[in-house]
């Protein structure tokens, strides 16, 4: 596939994932954040998979486990060399590369555990629900809660003074990956591709744990010691996992307890396996829809570090040509999936042209494709389309490379 064609099929795909953000990030038990402006913690664990835990606020727990495992590899051993082995490692049933200090292959083969939980017919369900929804997924993952995350200034700043806010495209790629990882049949199953891309993930999130600190820029933007808290992790999954459901909900979409159910369950592993304690996470709708009102809507709000961002992201629309897909029309849907409050605050800019089309067409696309899904094989179609649209966005945003997640061993330059 040429550059054109490359081109063309993000043309088609409308960006739904390149606007994708970073899935949070935890870390080290070390030190204490600074106060947070939240209230204090008061979402029961009676409510999270586990039915139980010790009440500890989660703005001040961290990843005990990754956090000096990966603070000593970056302190001590060949990080480039274990980037390259770390590269050959790609699929849920390969073993852990060979090669690798034993201390940080103990760990990674630990952390490639399923929960006990895991209930391989709910993912099915999940799997089923993805078919029929995935347009409707995906758009949400990247124009509502990939822009929604420049409006949480622990996770903007985060993002912007980390390696990754030095090219947010490479960063988009990465994060794409994870997005279309998660979404795949075999997502969980030993020829997906999910187990090795999260625990990949929980480890380059304690790497910017171990590194931003050192960051003169960021220390003296944020209100915090370390990034990103537990409950930073859980903003994040409020703002993808939630938000779909709430959008879903909201537009009037298909949503049956079976797939609804099994769409949970598929976030609940994906937050267990990077790292989140089972006593914060939601056990059921209701559960993770209180969670979100805790976590995620007090600490929207705007930041130069998240405008910036926003800019970026949109303007990735730019690599596109003259194609339909264009910084205009990302703001004009960013500004109907967000509201003008959250718009606002990232610095959208308004289209006066381009909101009272998308406002008047997106209801009436979200009813054409629920009443297509009624006749016999459109949800194959309409997957089979999805699917194209995905590995066209990743194929695009990867230049055809193989896209490595890998631990940074600096943080953005200035």
């Excluded at 990674?108 to 629900?129: G, H, I, S, V």
């Excluded at 003008?340 to 308004?350: G, H, T, Y």
Aim: charged letters at 20%; proline letters at 6%.
């Amino acid at each position: 596939m040429d550059k054109v064609s490359r081109r063309n099929v993000l043309k088609a795909a409308g960006g739904t994932m390149g606007a994708l953000t970073v899935l949070g990030v935890a870390a080290p038990s070390r030190a204490r954040a600074a106060a947070s402006q939240q209230a204090a913690w008061t979402w029961p664990s009676s409510e999270s998979v586990a039915g139980t835990g010790n009440g500890a606020d989660p703005a001040y727990v961290w990843d005990a486990e990754a956090d000096p495992v990966i603070a000593r590899v970056l302190d001590t051993e060949d990080v480039a060399g274990i980037n390259t082995l770390l590269n050959t490692w790609t699929t849920n049933g390969q073993p852990v590369p060979s090669g690798l200090p034993g201390y940080l292959r103990d760990f990674m083969e630990q952390a490639c555990q399923l929960p006990a939980w895991t209930d391989q017919a709910r993912l099915a369900a999940a799997y089923d629900f993805i078919q029929k929804q995935g347009t409707f997924v995906d758009l949400i993952y990247g124009l509502d809660s990939g822009l929604l995350s420049c409006a949480i200034p622990h996770e903007a700043r985060a993002v912007y003074y980390s390696l990754g806010g030095a090219d947010m495209r490479d960063r988009v790629t990465k994060t794409a990956k994870l997005g279309y990882d998660i979404g795949t049949q075999d997502a969980y199953q030993p020829g997906g591709e999910m187990i090795v891309t999260a625990v990949k993930t929980r480890m380059i999130h304690a790497a910017v744990r171990h590194l931003l600190p050192k960051s003169p820029y960021w220390s003296k933007a944020t209100d915090e010691k370390i990034p990103i808290s537990q409950q930073d992790i859980l903003v994040t999954w409020a703002s993808l996992a939630t938000t779909v459901m709430k959008k879903l909900t909201q537009w009037n979409a298909t949503v049956d307890s079976s797939g609804s159910g099994g769409f949970l369950h598929l976030w609940q592993i994906t937050a267990h396996m990077l790292g989140v304690r089972d006593e914060y996470i939601p056990a059921s709708w209701d559960a993770a829809y209180s969670q979100y009102d805790q976590v995620l809507a007090p600490v929207l709000g705007p930041t130069p570090e998240g405008a910036s961002l926003a800019r970026i992201l949109i303007n990735l629309a730019d690599e596109v040509d003259d194609g339909i897909v264009t910084p205009d029309l990302i703001s004009a849907v960013g500004r109907y999936m967000l509201g003008d409050q959250v718009a606002d605050w990232i610095q959208l800019p308004s289209e006066p042209v381009w909101e009272p089309l998308v406002a008047e067409f997106w209801p009436a696309f979200v009813a054409a494709k629920e009443g297509g899904l009624a006749f016999p094989g459109a949800q194959d179609v309409y997957w089979a389309f999805d699917e194209l649209l995905r590995q066209g966005t990743l194929f695009y945003l990867s230049d055809g490379k193989q896209i490595s997640i890998e631990l940074p061993t600096v943080n953005r330059q200035f």
